[in-house]
């Protein structure tokens, strides 16, 4: 693990959608406020390409992109605030929101962390790389190894769903290309944390961490979770 925590199953009812496409719209429009324009704008590039997978419409995207660009009569006020603490049994957790009040959200995230313990700022991330991460899925026979050299990736590891590819941060989008002109099918790409030192936790105490992040991620304005468990 080490990196993005996602909740198993998510996708499967109606309420994860709803919030999959919550979290899409707001990278939406915190992207776009350098720049409408995808070609230019990196950042709202990728952010393009999640709201697309999870489904949103041609119509919501045009308008989130204007919204977050200044362009209607709308003001938006997100702004990224992060979190860092430890969960049950001292998991290292980082966590990202997207608030437009930064006192519900804070009062929010502290009310999670009862359960473990909210850190100052650096008392976790320091045990984190800061990276490019795509989770991407390879045509028959092609060699993950040779295509992240080739592509300009750092590092990569196996994953269920394919392989992960690593990246400096500001190589993340032209590693991505570079990988979809290889003939890669990118499913994600996104600067995560990823954990240096992943702590083991024993099974019987899995589901009360499980129960901790599930809790978490169910907040309206929790974006994204990156959890330094093995």
């Not at 990196?3 to 899409?24: C, D, I, M, V």
């Not at 009862?114 to 990276?131: E, H, I, K, M, P």
């Amino acid at each position: 693990m080490g990196a993005q925590w996602k909740q198993k199953g998510r996708e499967a009812n109606s309420k994860a959608k709803a919030k999959l496409l919550s979290k899409a719209a707001k990278e939406v429009l915190i992207a776009a406020k350098s720049g409408a324009d995808p070609t230019s704008n990196a950042r709202l590039r990728l952010a393009i390409e999640f709201a697309k997978k999870v489904n949103m419409t041609k119509e919501t995207l045009e308008r989130v992109i204007k919204k977050g660009a200044g362009l209607l009569d709308e003001t938006v006020n997100y702004e990224l605030v992060t979190y860092e603490g430890f969960g049950p049994h001292r998991v290292p957790v980082i966590v990202e929101c997207l608030t437009d009040n930064r006192t519900r959200t804070a009062s929010n995230v502290r009310q999670h962390f009862r359960s473990g313990q909210l850190a100052a700022t650096g008392a976790v991330s320091w045990d984190f790389d800061r990276l490019g991460a795509i989770e991407a899925r390879g045509p028959a026979g092609a060699d993950a190894e040779t295509v992240a050299i080739e592509a300009g990736a750092s590092d990569l590891e196996a994953t269920d769903e394919g392989v992960t590819f690593y990246t400096a941060p500001a190589d993340l989008d032209l590693v991505r290309k570079a990988l979809e002109t290889a003939g890669w099918t990118v499913e994600t790409a996104a600067l995560v944390w990823k954990a240096k030192n992943p702590v083991t936790v024993a099974p019987e105490h899995r589901p009360e961490v499980d129960e901790f992040l599930s809790e978490m991620d169910e907040d309206d304005d929790v974006q994204t979770l990156f959890v330094g468990m093995a």
